[in-house]
């Protein structure tokens, strides 16, 4: 029911931020929640960062912790990832998704919707 544009991707060094949008058409922001995932060349789909829109509970995968930061604005139907301390590690295709209200998990499995995925690199 809900579609899905991220944005604000682009090229950054080592140790610098990026913030990514996912703007959210088609539903209310706080009838579903958000998960963030990347991919890079050859590997696989990685949850690293959700929203739980029931009680705005979050979690983030080891990999990010402590550089990723999610935040929704409900009344634009928005959500953000600020990503700070970036490596060459996390150079991949970001895709934010929604899911059900209650959930709170990193698993593709449970997201519906998704964005067509914005580019991150990060080099020097």
């Known amino acids: 029911q809900v579609q899905l544009v991220e944005s604000g991707g682009g090229l950054v060094q080592p140790g610098g931020s990026l913030r990514l949008s996912c703007a959210a058409s088609?539903?209310?922001?706080?009838?579903?929640?958000i998960g963030w995932f990347r991919q890079a060349p050859g590997k696989e789909r990685e949850g690293i960062a959700c929203?739980?829109?029931?009680?705005?509970?979050?979690y983030y995968a080891p990999s990010v912790r402590g550089r990723f930061t999610l935040s929704r604005d409900y009344a634009k139907n928005e959500a953000f990832l600020q990503m700070d301390r970036l490596s060459p590690e996390d150079t991949a295709v970001y895709y934010c998704?929604?899911?059900?209200?209650?959930?709170?998990?990193?698993?593709?499995?449970?997201?519906?919707?998704w964005g067509q995925g914005t580019q991150v690199s990060v080099s020097s």
């Open positions: 998704a929604a899911g059900p209200v209650r959930i709170l998990s990193l698993g593709a499995n449970y997201y519906t919707a």
């Open positions: 088609g539903g209310h922001s706080n009838d579903y929640s």
């Open positions: 929203i739980s829109s029931h009680d705005g509970a979050t």
